[in-house]
C-alpha cells in the first residue's frame, strides 16, 4: 500500500460491503490498522447484517439500514472500550458483515447407496439427490462457531457438512416412516419436509443458518433391482401367460411354415414349438369342453368265503352269488361289512316285482 492510501486510510470515515458475491456468506472488513473515525457512516444493504467485534467478543449487531457510529448506535460497543460518556476519538474494532440472503440451487446426494428394509423387497440399497436452499437467521453462532476471524467464508465450507446431515436425517426419516420403496415417488414432498424439519432442529441453535425449502428430486435403485422392477411389470402387462405363449405360438407358426430350411436353429425352434402345441392339443382334447368332470371308475369288491378273500367282483358279477350277510370289502372301506349296507349292493338283495297279470281273453264276437 502507497504512502498516499495509507494517509488516506488512517481514519476510516464510511464502512460498507458494495460489492457483495453471491457464494460469500461473511466478509472481514479490511481495516489495515488503521481506525474507524467518530461519526463514521456505517452503511448496511437489503440481505446484510454487519457485526462489530472488540477483542474477540460480539458487542453488536446492525440490521440493514445507514448509521453514524456513536454512543447511540453502538452501546455495547462504547461500554467495552470503556466510554461511559460517549467517545469522541478514533476506535479500533473489527466489522464482519454476514449475508441474509437465501441461497439457491444448493445440490445434495448420497454418496453411496443407503441400505433400507422394505416390505417388498427386504434389504434394499438405494440413492437420492435434490436440491436445497440456504439462509443465516442469527449471524452470531455462524461467526462464533464456524466463521471465527476468517476475512472470507463461503458457502462452500459449510456444503459438506449441510450435504451430510441432509444425507443422514432422509436416511433416518425414510426408515422410522417405512415408506415401501414404490411409494416414495408419490411422497416426495412429505419425505422431504421431513428431513427439511430434521436438519433445521440441527443447525438452527447451533449454527445459525436455516433451510427454508429442500427438494427430493429422484429416488433410483441398484441396476439388478431395476431389472427385477421392470420383469414384474412386464409379467403383469402380459396377464395370462398361457394365453400370450399360444398368441406367440400361432404368430410363429406361418413363419416357420415359410422358412422349411431354416437350419438346425429354425428346425429346433420349430420341434419345440410344435411340441408345446402338441401338448396343449393333448390337454385341449383330454378336457370336456362343458367342463364336466370325468365318470368314476366303478368299484370293484373282495368277497369273504370261508375265511378267505375271494375277487376282486364288479357289482354285477355279484348277483345271485353273495347274500345280504356276506362280508364285503372295497377300496376306501374301513372295514369289512355285510354286502346289504354297501349302497352299491344293496340293490342286488332288493324284492323282485310279481309277474304282470296274465294278457285279458279276446273279446267275443
Known amino acids: ?34 481506525e474507524i473515525k467518530h461519526g463514521a457512516q456505517l452503511i448496511v444493504r437489503p440481505g446484510q447484517e454487519a457485526i462489530f467485534v ?104 459449510v456444503d459438506t457438512l449441510l450435504r451430510n446431515l441432509i444425507v443422514q436425517s432422509f436416511s433416518e426419516h425414510v426408515a422410522e416412516s417405512k415408506i415401501a420403496v414404490f411409494d416414495l415417488a408419490a411422497n416426495y414432498s412429505e419425505v422431504a419436509e421431513g428431513v427439511r424439519e430434521r436438519v433445521c432442529e440441527k443447525i438452527d441453535d447451533e449454527f445459525g443458518l436455516e433451510i427454508p425449502q429442500l427438494m427430493l428430486v429422484n429416488v433410483s435403485f441398484p441396476e439388478e433391482v431395476e431389472k427385477a422392477i421392470d420383469s414384474r411389470s412386464a409379467m403383469g ?47 385341449t382334447m383330454g378336457q370336456d369342453p362343458a367342463g364336466n368332470a370325468p365318470p368314476p371308475v366303478p368299484a370293484s369288491f373282495h368277497i369273504a368265503v370261508e375265511g378267505d378273500s375271494k375277487g376282486p367282483f364288479q357289482a354285477s358279477q355279484l348277483s345271485g352269488q353273495i347274500t345280504p350277510e356276506t362280508l364285503v370289502w372295497s377300496q376306501g372301506m374301513a372295514a369289512w361289512t355285510p354286502a346289504v349296507q354297501v349302497p352299491q349292493l344293496a340293490g342286488l338283495f332288493a324284492t323282485p316285482p310279481p309277474p304282470p297279470p296274465p294278457p285279458a281273453p279276446p273279446a267275443a264276437d
Request: glycine share 10%; aromatic share 10%.
Open 54 to 157: 472488540h477483542e474477540g467478543q460480539v458487542a453488536d449487531v446492525l440490521k440493514p439500514g445507514r448509521y453514524e457510529l456513536d454512543t447511540n448506535n453502538i452501546p455495547v460497543l462504547s461500554t467495552l472500550q470503556g466510554w461511559k460518556h460517549g467517545f469522541s476519538s478514533p476506535f479500533k474494532c473489527d466489522v464482519f458483515f454476514v449475508s441474509t440472503r437465501q441461497a439457491t440451487d444448493l445440490k445434495w446426494g448420497t454418496p453411496n447407496p443407503i441400505p433400507l428394509r422394505d416390505s417388498d423387497f427386504g434389504t434394499i440399497r438405494i440413492r437420492a439427490f435434490g436440491s436445497y436452499t440456504l439462509k443465516v437467521v442469527d449471524p452470531k453462532p455462524l461467526l462464533s462457531e464456524m466463521s471465527g476471524s476468517q476475512e472470507e467464508f463461503d458457502f462452500d465450507a
Open 237 to 283: 402387462a402380459i396377464g395370462d401367460m398361457q394365453q400370450y405363449q399360444q398368441y406367440q405360438l400361432g404368430k410363429a407358426m406361418p413363419d416357420i411354415a415359410n422358412n422349411p430350411g431354416g437350419g438346425s436353429a429354425a428346425d429346433g425352434m420349430g420341434l419345440g414349438m410344435g411340441l408345446a402345441m402338441a401338448g396343449r392339443m393333448m390337454n
Open 1 to 34: 500500500m502507497g504512502l498516499f492510501d495509507k494517509l488516506k486510510g488512517e481514519l476510516i470515515d464510511i464502512i460498507e460491503w458494495s460489492n457483495q458475491p453471491p457464494h460469500l456468506l461473511v466478509w472481514k472488513f479490511p481495516r489495515y490498522n488503521n
